[in-house]
């Protein structure tokens, strides 16, 4: 059973285009969801962490906001540095949860094209 | 400054062989240790974790074990591959609440 989902997969936008990335979750009990970036041959670094709805963070370009349902990574005029695999994830359940493992998103790959 | 260190950076395999990964962490003391497999289609899955010398705990029934020898030293093993083996394997500490730190990964190739 998937607790995260990201849609969609894959998305091209052109230079200064503004989207959003989407991530639903289905675990009870929240106790985070948190946004990772991933470039090619590399591991996913940190982006932010969201714990309540309504909650906001921002880091340059991006937006990232929580429902009770659902997260939503804003990308404002994006440039093509931005580029790359927009992972979310939540903690995860059982064991791994014990060691603040977290479950990952199968991520959507961003292409900004100049 | 805190860095993590993986190797090897890429490696093939025949089916049957032998593996082992490495991964130390410098600049903390005690941090919890995860061992993550990307395959494919698959996204991130957590193998295993570690919160400390000697502990090990797996998240999934397979053909790899794990081991933490020393504080920061965290191993992946296998000792005979599979095709199913392949992907990129990453090893990462918790910085924080969520916050985990990965390495550069070791991707593998088993043929």
């Known amino acids: 059973e998937d607790q995260v989902t990201q849609s969609p997969e894959a998305l091209r936008l052109q230079e200064g285009e503004s989207s959003s990335l989407n991530c639903s979750y289905t675990?009870?009990?929240?106790?985070?969801l948190f946004w990772y970036r991933q470039d090619p041959g590399k591991g996913p670094e940190f982006l932010f962490t969201?714990?309540?709805a309504g909650e906001e963070k921002e880091k340059e370009r991006l937006k990232a906001t929580l429902t009770k349902k659902e997260s939503f990574l804003h990308i404002t005029a994006p440039k093509p540095e931005d580029s790359a695999t927009y992972l979310c994830?939540?903690?995860?359940f059982g064991g791994g949860g014990g060691a603040d493992g977290l479950t990952f998103g199968k991520g959507t790959h961003l292409i900004i094209q100049p | 400054s805190q860095t993590i260190h993986q190797w090897p950076a890429t490696l093939v395999q025949p089916v049957g062989s032998p593996l082992s990964l490495e991964c130390t962490v410098e600049?903390?003391?005690?941090?919890?240790l995860y061992w993550y497999r990307q395959a494919a289609g698959r996204g991130l899955q957590l193998l295993f974790y570690?919160?400390?010398?000697?502990?090990i705990s797996s998240e999934v029934p397979q053909n790899l074990s794990a081991s933490r020898p020393q504080d920061r030293q965290f191993i992946l093993s296998s000792k005979k591959l599979l095709l199913s083996d392949s992907g990129f394997y990453l090893c990462?500490?918790?910085?924080?609440?969520?916050?985990?730190?990965f390495g550069e990964g070791s991707r593998l190739t088993v043929l």
């Open positions: 675990v009870s009990g929240l106790r985070g």
């Open positions: 600049g903390t003391s005690n941090p919890n």
């Open positions: 990462a500490w918790r910085r924080g609440p969520g916050e985990l730190f």
């Open positions: 570690s919160v400390g010398i000697g502990q």
């Open positions: 994830a939540v903690p995860s």
């Open positions: 969201l714990y309540s």
